[in-house]
């Protein structure tokens, strides 16, 4: 499965529209991009998912360029509550058995 | 629709001792998977059953560990005996059989393992 790198952690203000980006260089032609967003003492949750271009739903959208090897989470102006860890997954539709969590984003939401 | 559920939420025991873990899916999800993040590491897969048969179990440790889901319902990891390199949190997700599109994984709180 391809491997992801993101930034360790990001601070924001409420209010405040956030972008995570994701870089998965070695992504192949049938993996999809999933973010989950994990609060402490939580389980994972699942957040939205991509294959190209863009996807929105109620919570987020998700920006993939035409090469696919980055993707970037957009969070519409952030409160204190979406303080919490987002990681990015890829893997392959047909074989989307296991997800192999990296370190993940720690975003800080300040007042 | 309730979600994932573990128990126990947090278990404390000494090394050597027997632990068993249990997790409900969601119902009608066939897929159920067993993660764990040690003290300061990522998650990593542990296995994945399909109904009751193991689909894939590459990322169990070692033999101490053990898994069920019989009947194809709730699953159970035992950890025999337990280590202390077993402490961390263990997450079970639930999804349901893909048609040709991408699973949702839905994870349950995690089980938090204190082995001293």
Known sequence: LAKTT???SMDSY????????CSHNNIATNDYIT???????????????????????EVASLFIPADRKSSTLSLPRVSLSDTAV?????????????????????????? | EAGVTQFP???VIEKGQT???????????????????????????LLHFVKESKQDESGMPNNRFLAERTGGTYSTLKVQ????????????????????????????PGTRLLVL
């Open chain 1, 6 to 8: 993101q930034p360790i």
């Open chain 1, 14 to 21: 409420e209010g405040q529209e956030v972008n995570i980006t």
């Open chain 1, 35 to 57: 973010w989950y967003q994990q609060f402490p003492s939580q389980g994972p949750r699942f957040i939205i998912q991509g294959y190209k271009t863009k996807v929105t739903n």
């Open chain 1, 86 to 111: 987002y990681y990015c997954l890829v893997g392959d539709m047909n074989n989307f058995n296991k997800f192999y969590f990296g370190s993940g984003t720690k975003l800080n939401v300040k007042p």
């Open chain 2, 9 to 11: 939420s947090h278990s």
């Open chain 2, 19 to 45: 632990v068993t873990l249990r997790c409900d899916p969601i119902s009608g999800h066939d897929n159920l998977y067993w993660y764990r993040r040690v003290m300061g590491k990522e998650i990593k897969f």
């Open chain 2, 81 to 108: 005996p337990a280590e202390l390199e077993d402490s961390g949190v263990y997450f079970c997700a639930s999804s349901q059989v893909g048609l040709g599109l991408q699973e949702t994984q839905y994870f349950g």
